[in-house]
């Protein structure tokens, strides 16, 4: 499975996003009140990073409170790493793991069109591992 099958039903519109410009103290609110560990981060229609709460407890820790009201473009991580709509799912998962990341945007071109987590990811390999494990079942019972 790749990922273009995960973000099928999904619309680009629909993905909450932050701009280089707005403060931590505003990307956070979004973080909180939508209860998502990351933001894309956009620059002129471009992803221009990423705003997760590792970049929140690192900077709180370094400035204290007085850094919520830095840039997120000044605190994102940055460049983002992205992948395409047809990385099969397990390259996906071998990348999030290798890098210590735990979201990516897809991207076609400069625009994006999805953005994924791990969870995501763990939950549509769950899904084909019980399929597996169904057939296989099935499979046993009628031969």
Known sequence: MNIAHLIATRKAS?????DVDMTMRQAIAIIASKRIGALPVMEGGKVAGIFSERDVIYRVA??????LDQRV???M???AVTITADMPVDEALALMTKRRIR???VVEGD???????I???VKSRMVEVEQEAAA????????
Do not use: E, K, Q, W
């Open 119 to 121: 969870g995501d990811l």
């Open 62 to 67: 370094d400035s204290g409170g007085d850094c």
């Open 136 to 143: 296989m079942r099935n499979y046993i019972t009628t031969s």
């Open 103 to 105: 979201h990516l945007p």
């Open 14 to 18: 629909d993905i909450l996003t932050c």
């Open 111 to 117: 625009a994006m069109c999805g953005f994924i987590s």
């Open 73 to 75: 473009g000044d605190v």
């Open 77 to 79: 991580t940055a460049p």
